[in-house]
T-cell receptor, first 114, second 116 residues
């Protein structure tokens, strides 16, 4: 079965620290990858997506992710986190092309200490 | 205007009851989805509808029945509620993937269902 793995369950950082959240996907066909963020009590919002082209993708709020095909990875990064980045982060892969079935990882909770 | 709106936001009910969650999108999208987020925050697709037609029906108990009166609405009806149905249910919509290829899902704010 297709799956998306997020290695870190809970990451705790101080403000200004650098962030990298791991994500590995398993589907070997056409790759469509996403990072979504869920702030406390809110709905899922798109941070960034990769469909094709430049493997380094820039998203909103200073986030970026790098698609590395050989490693089946799509890690999320931010050079300097802020307290307001405290949220749950979900990596997702679109599986099945025309079906539009988004497979989510189990999420990584990020807590940023002021 | 909220792009994808769900009602109710919170729902507390007894085991055995029947309840519905409504979803409406004003984005002109053809495809709508229901996702379930469990207590461990794991998100899993339940259903996908394209232009009122069921496309994806994951392994979900028959007690869950989606209904799409038109392409802007996808309601979720749950019969004989069980404790394990407690979760946050997210509605989402997107352009038709079969026509436009991979695209972004827009999510609603979620409906937190608690079954006592």
């Amino acid at each position: 079965a297709q799956s998306v793995s997020q290695h870190n369950h809970h990451v705790i950082l101080s403000e200004a620290a650098s962030l990298e959240l791991g994500c590995n996907y398993s589907y070997g066909g056409t790759v469509n990858l996403f990072w979504y963020v869920q702030y406390p009590g809110q709905h899922l919002q798109l941070l960034l997506k990769y469909f094709s082209g430049d493997p380094l993708v820039k998203g909103i709020k200073g986030f970026e992710a790098e698609f590395i095909k050989s490693k089946f990875s799509f890690n999320l990064r931010k050079p300097s986190v802020q307290w307001s980045d405290t949220a749950e982060y979900f990596c997702a892969e679109l599986y099945g092309g025309s079906q539009g079935n988004l497979i989510f990882g189990k999420g990584t909770k990020l807590s940023v200490k002021p | 205007d909220t792009a994808v709106s769900q009602t109710p936001k919170y729902l507390v009910t007894q085991m055995g009851n029947d309840k519905s969650i409504k979803c409406e999108q004003n984005l002109g999208h053809d495809t709508m989805y229901w996702y379930k987020q469990d207590s461990k925050k794991f998100l899993k697709i339940m259903f996908s509808y394209n232009n009122k037609e069921l496309i994806i029906n994951e392994t979900v108990p028959n007690r869950f029945s989606p209904k799409s009166p038109d392409k802007a609405h996808l309601n979720l009806h749950i019969n004989s509620l069980e404790l394990g149905d407690s979760a946050v249910y997210f509605c989402a919509s997107s352009q038709d993937p079969s026509k436009f290829g991979a695209n972004v899902l827009t999510f609603g704010a979620g409906s937190r269902l608690t079954v006592l």
